[in-house]
């Protein structure tokens, strides 16, 4: 149907694969980040970084990552930090997405190759309005994260002086690409645990940034009505989804962690309620904490590992296997119990394609996961579920640790680098990136048998 209806030469521009082309866009700025943080100007001693770590740095901010093996603050100069908050900016908003706006703003014509580009960086069918769409997507971007700046620069004055005032907003962009880079010292969050300011400031980045660009323009669309019905279907599985995981995350952490005297043990009960709800927030793909994780119980790693491989929403600036996917598998699971054909939530039917496509990619990101987990099992000596953390926490491109990144060998440095790659451009991509292209569909049905289950 597609190659009757859709013009010969567009048919010309998608079998040059744009997966691929997306996906070795990505691949290109991490290579140019890898060279120039390797520079001896990128590091605060003026020396130069280490291939392995600097490659590590440059994908983990462009995959918007934050997993690091070096110290963020102590580590890079003022340069070198530039260049991750920009590589962070080109991962989190989309370089497709990026470059696009730069053509638009010097008044260059956005071809067709570049719309197809840009409808899979941005995540939308089809290319109607999507420069419009484009632009909204930047101005909501860069809005959000100047307003978070300066709440950033306010709470961060007190405790690092006037260096507040350019850090504030590194941190903002960060944080709402869902970075988990920490642009000042790691210990300071521990101490504003209790601090409500800089708690709600950032949960709010993180949410807004991981929620989706479509969801959001939608609510945003829908604000004077306020009425849930109106909204589109992917908004309300995305908003339902997203509030039950964190409530869900938070009494858990609440009840598991309440008595633990290197956690939440010797906070005030305020305190341990803040932190309970932001540490089920960052596992949005965030990766900032307020409380050590490497002190956390093996039940909360675990849980953490869950939220963080669910991640945000499609089209965000968040990883995972997305929200969105997850709550589709279990909606088409629940039909084995209301004995129904078809899929169904809030008075609508999910297509089957979306269906088998949301089950696929959850399949394929825990095949991922479970094969780089077992090769850090095989070369590392650390405990199995610090390392299940670690690679989900980079295929999740949350940023979140144990404190074992910078301990790990070479080998299992580069197999996080592959994975965070594929993290940030998605398992779908990377399949679509070398599978061969498929044939057009042959009037030809073949016979129906079962298979036991």
């Not at 102590?74 to 053509?103: E, N, P």
Request: hydrophobic share 50%.
């Amino acid at each position: 149907m597609w190659q009757q209806h859709t013009p010969h030469h567009v048919q010309q521009y998608m079998q040059q694969n744009p997966y691929r082309l997306l996906a070795l866009s990505f691949l290109a700025v991490m290579m140019v980040g890898t060279l120039l943080l390797m520079l001896p100007i990128a590091s605060a001693e003026g020396q130069g970084t280490a291939l392995v770590d600097a490659a590590f740095t440059a994908v983990s901010c462009v995959s918007v990552t934050g997993l690091a093996t070096v110290d963020t603050y102590y580590h890079w100069s003022l340069f070198g930090k530039i260049i991750m908050v920009i590589l962070i900016q080109l991962g989190g908003l989309g370089i497709v997405s990026f470059t696009t706006i730069i053509a638009s703003l010097f008044g260059r014509h956005v071809g067709l190759r570049n719309r197809l580009l840009l409808s899979e960086d941005v995540g939308q069918d089809g290319m109607k309005g999507l420069l419009h769409v484009t632009k909204k997507l930047t101005i909501y971007t860069l809005v959000i994260e100047c307003i978070g700046g300066l709440l950033y620069v306010i709470q961060l004055h007190p405790y690092i002086g006037n260096d507040a005032f350019y850090i504030g907003f590194m941190q903002a962009i960060s944080t709402f690409c869902n970075a988990g880079f920490v642009f000042f010292d790691n210990d300071l969050p521990y101490k504003m645990v209790g601090d409500i300011l800089f708690n709600i400031n950032t949960m709010l980045l993180i949410v807004i940034g991981g929620f989706g660009y479509l969801a959001a323009f939608d609510i945003w669309s829908h604000r004077k009505l306020r009425r849930f019905d109106d909204l589109k279907l992917h908004t309300k599985i995305m908003f339902v989804g997203t509030v039950v995981l964190i409530m869900l995350g938070t009494i858990l952490f609440l009840g598991v962690e309440w008595a633990n005297p290197n956690t939440f043990g010797p906070l005030p009960i305020w305190n341990k309620v803040m932190a309970a709800f932001f540490q089920s927030v960052t596992p949005r793909t965030a990766g900032i904490a307020t409380v050590d994780y490497n002190q956390l119980h093996p039940i909360t790693l675990f849980v953490t590992i869950i939220l963080m491989f669910i991640g945000a929403g499609p089209n965000s600036t968040g990883g995972g296997v997305k929200i969105s996917t997850v709550m589709v598998a279990i909606l088409s699971s629940c039909t084995l119990f209301n004995n129904r054909s078809h899929v169904e939530a809030f008075g609508r039917r999910i297509s089957m394609v979306t269906v088998l496509k949301a089950n696929g990619i959850i399949f394929l990101s825990i095949l991922l996961v479970l094969l780089a987990t077992c090769y850090l099992a095989w070369d590392e000596p650390y405990d199995f579920i610090r390392l299940l953390f670690e690679v989900t926490s980079a295929f999740g491109t949350v940023g979140l640790t144990t404190g074992i990144t910078p301990d790990l060998s070479e080998g299992s440095k580069w197999v996080l680098i592959l994975v965070m790659f594929t993290g940030r451009v998605g398992v779908m991509t990377v399949i679509g990136t070398w599978a061969l292209r498929t044939k057009p569909n042959k009037p030809i049905s073949y016979a129906e048998e079962n298979v036991m289950l």
